[in-house]
């Protein structure tokens, strides 16, 4: 089973890498950027009985290692 | 006064304050990550600074999954010492024995240069060398030290007194300029409610020798030291 986990910073929290991205799309010319926010997404290969198994396996995932839920959300899709 | 330690893939200041350490009288013991026990005796734990596994997802995210993490949390946790310096403070702040995240530096550029603290009291196993409020010169070299935490925890920290060191300027005062990563209220160092567990992201173990320009870091391994000689 193939999944994906995006990992973003929470409203909030100060994002200053995505403001830099931010302000280099605008130097660009690149018309109605309003702002960005950077994030990581994790492409996982996961072996799993079902969909829910896999879901609860990857949010275990998540609250241990992938995201530090102090500053971070994450979402798990199943591709 | 017994030291152990922690070498983790990317650690690269372990040599240095285990020199700092010795040259305050203490014993220091080197222990590998993959150890689930620290040495029989170990009065302080270190988690040194460096670039553990190359600050992949996070900086110090890995390393404070290892095995060793959880021999230092049931150390902090029977109230034995834990220091961690730099990449050792982030450590501190992933394995949730510190509150807090150390976020990229507001200015966006790695940090590496002379830096003022304030000290901000020195009734602690830590900081007892020192006078309350003294300005001390040591060094500062990081990406990710901008320290945050949401209102409540601030507030707490502040509250409780739990701040160790402060960023500031050559006189003491807390200026924009002096504040090198952009830290939440100059925030240099907190302490777990124990004050047993020390992390701060400047580098006292570089401060200990003359020949390389000041001792002022050497008060923190000194104070250690004597923590553990009153403590006998």
Redesign the interface.
């Known amino acids: 089973m193939k999944a994906r986990v995006t990992v973003t910073l929470k409203n909030g929290?100060?994002d200053?890498?995505g403001k830099?991205i931010e302000g280099a799309l605008k130097s660009l010319a690149i018309e109605g950027v309003g702002s960005v926010r950077q994030g990581k997404v994790f492409d996982i290969e996961i072996d799993a009985a079902d969909a829910d198994t896999a879901r609860a396996t990857l949010e275990l995932a998540c609250e241990?290692?992938?995201a530090?839920t102090?500053?971070e959300n994450y979402r798990v899709e199943l591709v | 006064m017994r030291a152990a330690i922690i070498t983790f893939p990317g650690s690269n200041r372990d040599g240095d304050v285990a020199r700092a350490l010795r040259h305050a009288g203490a014993e220091t013991v080197a222990v590998w990550h993959a150890e689930d026990s620290l040495p029989p005796g170990t009065d302080l734990a270190v988690l040194p600074g460096g670039f553990s596994y190359g600050d992949y997802?996070?900086c110090g995210?890995?390393a404070a999954?290892s095995p060793a993490m959880d021999a230092v949390r049931a150390h902090a946790a029977s109230g034995g010492l834990v220091l961690g310096i730099c990449n050792g403070f982030q450590m501190l702040c992933?394995a949730g024995l510190l509150?807090?995240?150390l976020?990229?530096?507001?200015?966006?550029r790695f940090v590496c240069r002379r830096q003022h603290l304030r000290v901000e009291r020195n009734d602690t196993a830590f900081t007892s060398a020192y006078a309350k409020g003294q300005v001390i010169d040591v060094c500062v070299a990081h990406g990710e030290g901008n320290y945050?935490?949401?209102p409540d925890t601030l507030s707490r920290l502040e509250d409780d007194g739990r701040v160790a060191f402060r960023y500031c300027d050559a006189g003491g005062e807390l200026t924009p300029e002096a504040n090198c990563n952009g830290s939440l209220n100059a925030i240099a160092g907190i302490w777990s409610p124990g004050f047993n567990v020390l992390g701060m992201m400047p580098h006292p173990e570089n401060l200990i020798d003359p020949l390389v320009g000041g001792t002022d870091g050497a008060g923190l391994f000194d104070s250690l030291c004597r923590a553990k000689a009153d403590a006998a």
């Open positions: 929290v100060l200053p890498q830099a241990k290692l992938l530090n102090v500053i | 997802l996070r995210a890995i999954r992933e509150p807090g995240v976020m990229r530096n507001a200015q966006l945050i935490a949401d």
